[in-house]
């Protein structure tokens, strides 16, 4: 990313230089060649061919850009005034006003729907990856060229590779593009078991190998008053979050393919790994009545934070609850561990299983999502698409990302979560990140697909149904979506 | 006991239920209240920062936070230019459009009026696409007609219903004296109709304010640059994605709830009569 407070230093030195003039001095000739020189090596600046990053800024007049987003995490409601983001890139782009219009997120919707199509909407717009974004691709401003000219050539080798890769594939499915009308500013990290490091040493149980052992040290940790994991499955989207996390041991990828239609629902996959969801919780291993249950606050705060449960299958994206007491120094992570029946493979390479504890040989992969991505509008008047630009590669770049990284996690890989001071909670949620390069795709790119998907684990788990039966009706739902949307099968 | 003092007990117990089962609403519709003022009330942080009925402490930090921070002086000030010229205009032309209803029987008055009064029944949130289009194709984005115009419309029907049936219940022998005397329809509205109609003006006035004031979807949509913004929008700064000051939120609902207070005491019992009267006439 190139430096943008010296780039407004260069542009400065322009307007400026008219200024340091002494009216009151002599015109000579040497003043007069001495003036002619820097006009014109300022003239040669302006039109060197290379980056823009080296060339100066063109929007000399004060512009203001407007930002819509229900997003806008840097605004902390104790801290009103104070909006990092806001004074950071205001300070290094003197020129540039950012008006943050913050929604709240049913009514951003409404505002999207009457203000894109009209044109009159914010210059900057935060979106979410998929049916958001790809509703108003036709106002959006491709960016690839500037992304080029502001961030190099090869730009997207600076974030996680599947920041980049998955919302390319997913916005643009049923075709095929190089285009860019987003930019990745944080990604979304799921699916490890976290547990409480203390209760585990309490009752004497460790981190489990196999499922085999995952099934005893919950009945020892229940036997000693704990919620072995806590679930909140009325919520529902934990729910496919599970069914990815233990399908993807027995084939990688297997859910998504069989959104897009590449493979089925019915695949022995995705039947094996919604059968053993339901045995999971035959087994116990979880809260009664989770689907009962919410994720928030019950199952998060309640159950997991509160101490009464030992272990929740969760991410990285839940740093906000690790302001609970003991949580740094106690929380850590596992993969969830190898499933009887799931053929085995080391996918890991040399990463570990758990941190700081492995489990053990094949276990469940990660799930991973790009949360928010921001786009510009297109039509915007050359002065205004270049502070909108400023605006958007500082936020997806390494200034903004981390004033950001203190409430979620970072797209490019040299930013991390900050604001931890525990070495070992630091270490277990980088660990995430190395360990989400081979993540599982998270969000649907149909929602009708993800209802459906929902309806069939909930009638398998809850009123015993067939799962490949269940699993069947999932097929026709996401062959009517991916029709509507434009694909072919 | 003799029948009639049968009959005192029992509406003397009717009238007892009825006051109990009156105190028991008002206490339900009086909770959210409290806990509005109770939380603006308390130093952040206090009670779990959560809302509270019970006050863990008293301090009128919060107001004088969100006075400054919000901006609320400017915001408020653009509230009452959109509400006062949104009141007016309803109460002018709903009261006009009534005239002319009671007054000038004409094929298909009925149906006029029922394409009017159609408009009660519309929420803005369904029109709201094709009004925002409007209101945009009109470049009234950012400017206080840009909500003056719809908070009129729509407030329009409410008016229109208030003041026909007040304006029925007036004697035609009135106005046929004031004919004869040779008043102009104008003065006729004017000297007769509106003097003789103050508990609907004030209905009118009341329910209006009541709209304009609370109004919030249109207002965030129309309204985008700061200092356009109306007082409603205030509460959304302290509204974090990941945490949320109900200190502040309540201190700004609650500042904002005593200016439509004041108008609804001043109007008391002008507007009881009013909603009595469209009661009994409708």
């Known amino acids: ?489 | 006991m003799s029948a009639r003092a049968l009959t005192v007990r029992r509406r003397q117990l009717g009238r007892g239920l009825l006051h109990l089962v009156l105190i028991v609403l008002a206490v339900f519709f009086l909770i959210p209240v409290v806990v509005m003022i109770v939380t603006a009330l308390q130093a952040a942080g206090q009670g779990g920062g959560g809302l509270s009925i019970v006050p863990h402490s008293l301090t009128f930090d919060n107001f004088r936070a969100v006075w400054e921070e919000t901006g609320l002086p400017r915001l408020l000030v653009n509230s009452v230019i959109v509400t006062v010229s949104s009141t007016l205009l309803v109460l002018f032309f709903s009261s006009l459009a009534a005239f002319g209803l009671v007054q000038h029987a004409f094929v298909g008055a009925s149906v006029v009026l029922l394409v009017l009064l159609a408009g009660i029944m519309l929420p803005p949130a369904a029109i709201i696409v094709p009004l925002y289009a409007e209101i945009h194709d009109f470049g009234l984005l950012n400017n206080y007609l840009g909500l003056i115009g719809p908070y009129t419309a729509l407030g329009l029907s409410v008016g229109i219903l208030f003041f026909r049936n007040a304006f029925s219940a007036i004697p035609r022998d009135i106005v046929r004296a004031a004919k004869v005397d040779g008043a102009s329809p104008w003065a006729i509205y004017v000297r007769i109709f509106l003097p003789l109609s103050l508990p609907a003006i004030a209905t009118v006035a009341i329910l209006q304010v009541l709209f304009s004031w609370n109004e919030f979807l249109i207002a965030l949509l129309v309204m985008t640059k700061e200092n356009r913004e109306t007082a409603q929008l205030a509460y959304i700064t302290y509204a974090g994605l990941y945490s949320a000051s109900f200190e502040k939120q309540f201190a700004v609902l609650a500042l904002l709830t005593i200016p439509v207070l004041l108008v609804f005491l001043v109007f008391q019992r002008q507007f009881v009569r009013g909603l009595t009267s469209g009661a009994i006439k409708g």
Not at chain 1, 195 to 211: A, N, T
Not at chain 1, 215 to 243: C, F, H, M, V
Not at chain 1, 436 to 458: D, N, W, Y
């Open chain 1, 1 to 489: 990313m190139s430096d943008d407070a010296n780039a407004d230093k260069r542009v400065e030195a322009g307007p400026r230089g008219e200024e340091t003039r002494q009216p009151e001095a002599t015109m000579t000739r040497r003043s007069v060649l001495k003036s002619a020189a820097m006009a014109g090596g300022g003239l040669a600046l302006l039109g060197t061919p290379g980056s823009a990053a080296a060339r100066p800024f063109i929007t000399r007049a004060k512009v203001t850009i407007d930002y819509w987003t229900w997003h806008h995490i840097s605004q902390v409601p104790t801290e009103k005034g104070r909006d990092r983001i806001k004074a950071a890139f205001e300070q290094a782009n003197p020129n540039i006003t950012l008006n943050v219009k913050l929604f709240p997120f049913p009514d951003y919707l409404t505002a999207l729907k009457t203000a894109v199509p009209n044109g009159s909407s914010g210059d900057v717009l935060g979106l979410q990856n998929g049916a958001l974004l790809r509703q108003y691709r036709p106002y959006l401003q491709t960016l690839n060229t500037l992304a080029e000219k502001g961030m190099g050539k090869n730009w997207q080798k600076a974030y996680l590779s599947k920041a980049i890769s998955l919302p390319q594939r997913e916005n643009n499915w049923p075709h095929k593009s190089d285009e860019y009308w987003w930019m990745p500013a944080e990604v979304a990290i799921l699916g490890a078991q976290w547990y409480w490091q203390d209760i585990f040493q309490k009752v004497g149980v460790s981190v489990p190998k196999d499922y085999g052992e995952l099934k005893e040290i919950s009945d020892k940790l229940r036997s000693a008053g704990y919620i072995p994991t806590a679930w909140g499955a009325k919520d529902q989207w934990p729910n496919t979050d599970y069914l990815i996390v233990y399908a993807s041991q027995f084939r990688p990828g297997v859910v998504e393919a069989a959104e897009l239609g590449e493979r089925k629902f019915t695949d022995r996959a995705i039947v094996a790994g919604l059968t053993f969801m339901a045995q999971t919780v035959k087994d116990n291993l979880y809260n009664t009545g989770p689907f009962g249950t919410t994720a928030y606050p019950e199952a998060y705060q309640s159950m997991f934070a509160a101490r009464k449960a030992a272990m929740i299958n969760t991410g990285a994206h839940n740093i906000s609850l690790a302001g609970t007491p003991g949580a740094q120094e106690n929380w850590r992570a596992f993969l969830f561990p190898h499933i009887p029946g799931a053929p085995q493979s080391n996918w890991l390479g040399k990463l570990p299983s758990g941190v700081p504890t492995p489990t053990g040989p094949s276990p469940s992969r990660l799930i991973f999502d790009v949360g928010y991505l921001v786009s510009m509008r297109k039509g915007l008047d050359k002065a205004k698409q270049d502070a909108a630009w400023r605006f958007i590669q500082f936020y997806v770049g390494p200034k903004g990302q981390r004033i950001n990284s203190f409430w979620t996690q970072p797209s490019l890989k040299a930013v991390h979560i900050s604001g931890f001071t525990n070495k070992g909670f630091v270490n277990m949620l980088n660990w995430h990140f190395a360990v989400a390069e081979f993540g599982e795709r998270r969000e649907f790119l149909f929602p009708e697909t993800r209802e459906a998907l929902q309806t069939a684990i909930e009638n398998v788990i809850v009123n015993n149904a067939d799962p490949r039966t269940e699993l069947a009706k999932v097929d026709v739902a996401a062959k009517k979506a991916r029709l509507k949307a434009g694909g072919k099968k």
